[in-house]
């Protein structure tokens, strides 16, 4: 292939991805062309283009009626494949059912994606009243909300510094300032566990541990979250000790899959943004 020939290619995959990126964005409500094109500067024709080809390929679907563009099934059976990197998400699930009947609240399952964490499991617990903030697939800047906050917050310094930069213009959209992620950032290293205490969300309380390697770096996080008048300090303690021993048993069985990557392969892969 001639160089000219694959700078063409990969601007068009970035293009697509860019499209991509749009459409998950707005899953709840649709996206139209509009959005698109203000989105990715890309323009009207060219970003009907895309979303055409997406549609042809089952990555996105149109709703006919509304002429809004969801994502599509395909798209969610390769982002469940993409989650379940190392069997993470089987692995977790008999932790997270015991942890929902323990504390009859919900807990939530975040991988670090990139400079993102995403939710890739939830489970309910018995309580009636639900604190049911993330669903499957949904992504946040790392340190909001307490499983992502634990994802940033247990990094080597460097890198926690780098990717807290990174995340700080984007925390106003969550009712956080930059200051104030930095301090959590550093209740949270100072605690060894992570708490969003009504940050995020008024009258909801979450904690959260990290899932580490060996050499304690964080590659996902589980959490507990409920209504604020469930998470006392004294109940909050036992919870968190509960989760520590939910994560163990958890990063005992990853510590054979991880053990087999070359030294270092793994944060390259975080880094990247491709799930692992």
Not at 57 to 70: M, T
Not at 150 to 165: G, K, T, V, Y
């Amino acid at each position: 292939m001639q160089s000219n020939d694959k700078a063409f290619s990969i601007q068009s995959v970035e293009r697509a991805l860019a499209v991509l990126d749009v459409v998950a964005a707005r899953a709840d409500e649709g996206c139209r062309l509009a959005d698109v094109v203000r989105d990715t500067d890309l323009g009207r024709a060219t970003g009907h283009r895309f979303l055409k080809a997406l549609e042809g390929l089952g990555l996105v679907e149109l709703e006919a009626h509304s002429g809004r563009y969801f994502p599509g099934v395909r798209l969610a059976g390769l982002g469940a494949a993409a989650s379940n990197r190392f069997g993470l998400a089987r692995r977790a699930q008999p932790s997270m059912r015991r942890l929902a009947e323990r504390t009859s609240d919900t807990v939530y399952l975040t991988l670090r994606v990139g400079d993102e964490a995403m939710c890739i499991g939830r489970e309910e617990g018995a309580f009636p009243i639900k604190t049911l903030t993330l669903k499957a697939g949904d992504r946040r800047p790392l340190g909001v909300g307490a499983g992502s906050l634990a994802l940033l917050a247990f990094l080597p310094l460097e890198e926690m510094q780098r990717l807290l930069d990174i995340a700080a213009p984007a925390a106003p959209a969550f009712g956080l300032d930059g200051a104030t992620l930095r301090e959590m950032v550093e209740t949270s290293r100072r605690c060894g566990f992570a708490l969003n205490d009504s940050r995020v969300i008024p009258g909801m309380t979450a904690v959260a541990v990290p899932i580490s390697t060996s050499d304690g770096h964080p590659i996902a996080a589980l959490s507990v979250a409920a209504i604020s008048s469930r998470m006392e300090p004294a109940r909050r303690t036992n919870v968190v000790a509960w989760i520590r021993e939910e994560v163990r048993l958890i990063e005992s069985e990853l510590a054979p899959v991880l053990g087999s990557m070359a030294s270092g392969s793994w944060r390259a892969i975080l880094g990247k943004g491709s799930v692992a």
